[in-house]
């Protein structure tokens, strides 16, 4: 993704659907999106912002008069997650900004779901409830208790309709295991541990379990001073439980088998690409930070992110990635301004769609596309921009010059089966969709 901008396959067309949130007159940094994600069916989508406040968004039902067509994603629910905190031991402030949200897979009415600031992780139930029990005993209506004196006859309680609410509650609150900023969570396949990951540790936990951790890896040298690399992201196989990966600020990636010790500080495989010495510059190690890796659905490749490019690995071929597909390579003559400004470290996501392609991988071709509240006419197909580095511009292209930095895309996620896929831009939630939908 690039700032204002995404990239997507270019076989698709592709249709502005809705956008929430509000125009950029009075938002606050509390408001800014800080991750997206949806839920394994698609028919819930979660955000989460600097503010601690999580949003869960929920899909229409068919319409009777267009069955094919589905309906748009409305708020279901809204809580605040995480407050803000004080560490005193270490004289630092906790802030309440969500940087993960990961779903568990529906096994009954209710939704769970985890979500993590810097330190703690909570896993939430988000249920409904329609029905409400009248006619207790030792109550009245307003929920006071009677005198047990003027309880002459017993009583059995009904259920009586009411209006729909939606409840989150906290399940189990994961906390003080992580001494640095946790920047994913991942849930295994076996449904019954996960993974947290900060800078230089990994911990594996379990559902029940809230007050005890397994550290998995742990890569913090005996000498602070000694440290080269810190782990930018981790995410489990989607299929063997045993198996993970995680990514470093040196741009290379692990893969783990917990089968084999304890502590995965030996890793089962290593990818890494040799840089190209021609392309050497002040900035490479900073643009070579891997910012976020993905299985494939299939688990058989890995997809990783650094600044300009996105590289497809096969798990059997650890020498260079099979394919790499270059991102805003215009930026290559800005590197200067945008470490000037910060926006070099700024960490993009990549994303798989349902049958795991996110560039058209046959063509190699991609299309980009602006997230604009100009563009915000629903079922209006969107026109591909194109930036382009000095000279002449034709009417539909964009000078890498003219870019806010400040209005970027680094969040985004693709619904599980369908091309609907949902990209957050500062406080604004974009979904757009391919014409079919």
Known sequence: ??????????????????????????????????????????????????????VIFQREQESKNQPHRRGEYNVYSTFQSHEPEFDYLKSLEIEEKINKIRWLPQQNAAYFLLSTNDKTVKLWKVSERDKRPEGYNLKDEDGRFRDPSMITMLRVPVLRPMDLMVEATPRRVFANAHTYHINSISVNSDYETYMSADDLRINLWNFEITNQSFNIVDIKPANMEELTEVITAAEFHPHHCNTFVYSSSKGTIRLCDMRASALC???????????????????????????????????????????????????????????????????????????????????????????????????????????????????????????????????????????????????????PSENIIAVAATNNLYIFQDKVN
């Open 1 to 54: 993704m690039i700032p204002g901008f995404g990239n997507l396959m270019q076989d698709v067309l592709w249709c502005f659907s809705q956008v929430k949130g509000t125009i950029d007159i009075g938002v606050t940094e509390a408001d800014i999106i800080s991750t997206v994600e949806f839920n394994h069916t698609g028919e819930l989508l979660a955000t989460g912002d600097k503010g601690g406040r999580v």
């Open 265 to 415: 500080d030996r890793h089962s495989k290593f990818f890494e690409e040799p840089e190209d010495p021609s392309n050497r510059s002040f900035f490479s190690e900073i643009i070579s930070s891997i910012s976020d890796v993905k299985f494939s659905h299939s688990g058989r490749y890995i997809m990783t992110r650094d600044y300009l490019t996105v590289k497809v690995w096969d798990l059997n071929m650890e020498n260079r990635p099979i394919e790499t597909y270059q991102v805003h390579d215009y930026l290559r003559s800005k590197l200067c301004s945008l470490y000037e400004n910060d926006c070099i470290f700024d960490k993009f996501e990549c994303v798989w769609n349902g049958s795991d392609r996110m560039f058209d991988r046959n063509t190699k071709r991609d299309v980009t596309l602006e997230a604009s509240r100009e563009n915000s006419k629903p079922r209006a197909i969107l026109k591909p921009r194109k930036v382009c580095v000095g000279g002449k511009r034709r009417k539909d292209e964009i000078s890498v010059d003219s870019l806010d930095f400040s209005k970027k895309i680094l969040h985004t996620a693709w619904h």
